[in-house]
């Protein structure tokens, strides 16, 4: 059942990926103006067509070094807007410097280590998640005291049949295909503070956002929750951010951000900076 599931999903994903490519396609057969195609002419939507810059995974030199790693996502998150715009607002925070990496085997290099937090922004269940080599890798990254950071689809990075200790590292993560639901309409919700009492969430109000609010997630590793929304459908309450240790590593997970009206709330922004400078092991808020 489980398996059928999946096929299904990825079923709907081709479809809804193909959909997604139409307008390029039509671009391609459409005539121009002169009776002529334009094969040239630019997707009307970002798309993976588009050249990704080269890796450049040396760290700056002063400055809380954080790592966003992104480069794919399945056709209903788009990270080319969404990364640039987190980037943005976890830069408020003038301490954290954050550089974008549009490659999610990013995680392999030896080069890792040098950065104090790495940001998981990527998540395309029709392509593997980075193997074994980044796994491993990034697990060394956090367990060493290092700081992980993931957002909303991130969640969903890697499936339990790729690298079921992912569950452990993530705390919680997407269980989309039980046959349940996955989260709630997009649409408005408040995010309330679960642990007024811990340094990520001290002295933070409740807010408004226009989110998923995910309904999905499992895990049974030890998290704190530090906020939490709830749901319109059931009236019950789904953890919207959390931490946990790993090893020695701090982790902070946001199951917020689905796309950059997310990202225009002040109060998410300021969880995700707060949480961010947490992982990285400085006081946030500073
Ligand atoms: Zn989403």
């Known amino acids: 059942m489980k398996a059928l599931l ?16 139409l307008p390029f396609l039509l671009a391609l057969s459409t005539p121009g103006a002169e009776g002529q195609p334009t094969p040239n002419r630019a997707p009307a939507t970002p798309s993976a067509a588009a050249p990704k810059a080269p890796l450049d995974l040396d760290p700056p030199a002063a400055g809380t070094k ?51 937090v790495v940001i998981l922004h990527f998540m395309d269940w029709e392509v593997p998640g980075p193997g074994p080599e980044a796994r491993e890798n990034l697990k060394r990254f956090v367990e060493s005291g290092k700081g992980m950071m993931l957002t909303h689809f991130a969640c969903g990075a890697w499936d339990n049949n790729e690298w079921p ?55 049974d590793a030890a998290i704190q929750v530090v906020a939490k929304a709830t749901s319109k459908v ?36 300021e969880l995700l900076r707060r949480g961010c400078a947490w992982a990285a092991g400085v006081e946030p808020g500073k």
């Open 6 to 21: 999946a096929v299904t999903r990825r079923r709907f994903t081709k479809v809804v990926g193909l959909l997604a490519s």
């Open 234 to 269: 059931d009236q019950k309450d789904y953890p919207m951010a959390f931490v946990l240790n790993f090893g020695q590593g701090r982790v902070f997970h946001t199951v917020l951000g689905h796309d950059t009206r997310a990202y225009a709330s002040a109060g998410v922004g």
């Open 66 to 116: 954080v790592l966003l790693v992104t480069g794919n996502d399945y056709p209903g998150h788009l990270w080319r807007q969404t990364a640039p715009v987190l980037k943005e607002l976890l830069e408020k925070d003038a301490r954290l410097k954050v550089r974008i990496v549009e490659d999610p085997n990013a995680l392999a290099s030896p080069k890792l280590k040098e950065w104090d």
């Open 165 to 219: 200790e992912f569950k452990k590292l993530a705390g919680r993560v997407w269980f989309g295909a039980n046959g349940g639901r996955q989260h709630d309409p997009h649409g408005k919700f408040r995010v309330d503070i679960a642990d007024p009492a811990h340094p990520i969430t001290k002295g933070l109000e409740p807010f408004e956002t226009l989110d998923e609010l995910y309904t999905c997630l499992t895990g």
